[in-house]
């Protein structure tokens, strides 16, 4: 099992960048494939970027390509999401998750453990 904080949300004006943190427990981190996961208001969660194993396959949503770009660091258990060129519409509540390697890494019941999540509000 695998605890999940996530850190680094907060307000930020429009074309303005932010980048998340998400630090994991346990001694089993390098062993989940991560995602990254945002809550609009109103609206679904949605699928915004995942990193396999060893960070050397990454995958984004097609809105966030180009923008947003997840890594990780094992020997720290943290994955992070750089988040560039930031839109009013990328306000949300973004949470980190772990899933097993070779699950889908788009669809959200592949995820078995997720972090509290942290804001982030993008003003215009």
């Known amino acids: 099992q695998v605890q999940l904080v996530e850190s680094g949300g907060g307000l930020v004006q429009a074309g303005g960048s932010l980048r998340l943190s998400c630090a994991a427990s346990?001694?089993?981190?390098?062993?989940?494939?991560m995602g990254w996961v945002r809550q609009a208001p109103g609206k679904e969660r949605e699928f915004v970027a995942s990193?396999?194993?060893?960070?050397?396959?990454?995958y984004y949503a097609d809105s966030m390509k180009g923008r947003f770009t997840i890594s990780r660091d094992n020997a720290k258990n943290t994955v992070y999401l750089q988040m560039n060129s930031l839109k009013p519409e990328d306000t949300a509540v973004y949470y980190c998750?772990?899933?097993?390697?070779?699950?889908?890494?788009?669809?959200?019941?592949?995820?078995?453990?997720w972090g509290q999540g942290t804001q982030v509000t993008v003003s215009s």
């Open positions: 998750a772990a899933r097993n390697y070779g699950s889908t890494y788009s669809s959200l019941s592949s995820y078995m453990y």
């Open positions: 346990g001694r089993t981190f390098s062993t989940y494939a």
């Open positions: 990193i396999m194993r060893t960070g050397s396959n990454t």
